[in-house]
């Protein structure tokens, strides 16, 4: 009964260097969906993927931030030279079409000391 | 720019009566709108759906109405349950993309 998995569940970096954010999509689910969600705040779509494919970035920090979704394993969301502000959830959503529901990981914690 | 709102960040109810969760939005292109629940630490959790196509759609206790001359939609639980004491989040998108936009939830607490 795997869901979508997500690891780590939470992640600790010191300003200044590299956080990677993984995503495995249930299966059978090849389209998947990053999602934000700073301290206070709602949720706010950063990437949509496909395999081998960014469908939509429109969410995505100019700078800094990258997404892949590999043909083999799992969805990485990089977050290079990091900043106190982005420390936040960082939750993964996949759905077996773009016109079905997305179900959702339980997200990555993101802490920046 | 809020294009999904809920007004009520709380709402309490007793054991065993409705709840109505309410979500405007502001955005006549969303097609498509969803409502989710969310404990702490979790991810969201699907809950049920509805297309702009239809006016109803039910799932055992739960009941999405939409209203688009209102562009209003609302999400009744009955009967409420302890168990159903969540976040819930409204969320709607549009076209092929999907890209969901979101509300920012409404907290429900069930009382025994």
């Known amino acids: 009964n795997a869901g979508v998995m997500q690891n780590p569940r939470h992640l600790v970096r010191r300003r200044g260097q590299e956080a990677r954010l993984r995503c495995s999509p249930m299966k059978g689910h090849s389209h998947v969906y990053w999602y934000r969600q700073l301290p206070e705040e709602g949720l706010k779509f950063m990437v949509y993927?496909?395999?081998?494919?960014?469908?939509?970035e429109s969410g995505m920090p100019k700078e800094r931030f990258s997404a892949e979704f590999p043909k083999e394993g799992p969805s990485i969301l990089r977050i290079q030279q990091v900043v106190r502000g982005d420390s936040a959830a960082y939750f993964c959503?996949?759905?077996?079409?773009?016109?079905?529901?997305?179900?959702f990981g339980d997200g990555t914690r993101l802490s920046i000391l | 720019d809020q294009q999904v709102k809920q007004n009520s960040p709380s709402l309490s109810v007793q054991e065993g009566r409705i709840s109505i969760l309410n979500c405007d939005y502001t955005?006549?292109?969303?097609?498509?709108f969803l409502w989710y629940k969310k404990y702490p630490a979790e991810g969201p959790t699907f809950l049920i759906s509805?297309?702009?196509i239809k006016d109803k759609n039910e799932d055992g206790r739960f009941t999405v109405f939409l209203n688009k001359s209102a562009k209003h939609l609302s999400l009744h639980i009955v009967p409420s349950q302890p168990g159903d004491s969540a976040v819930y989040f409204c969320a709607a998108t549009r076209g092929n993309n999907r890209k969901l936009i979101w509300g920012l939830g409404t907290s429900l607490a069930v009382n025994p």
């Open positions: 959503a996949s759905s077996m079409g773009s016109n079905q529901p997305q179900h």
């Open positions: 955005n006549s292109m969303f097609d498509y």
């Open positions: 509805i297309s702009s």
């Open positions: 993927l496909q395999k081998e494919n960014i469908i939509d």
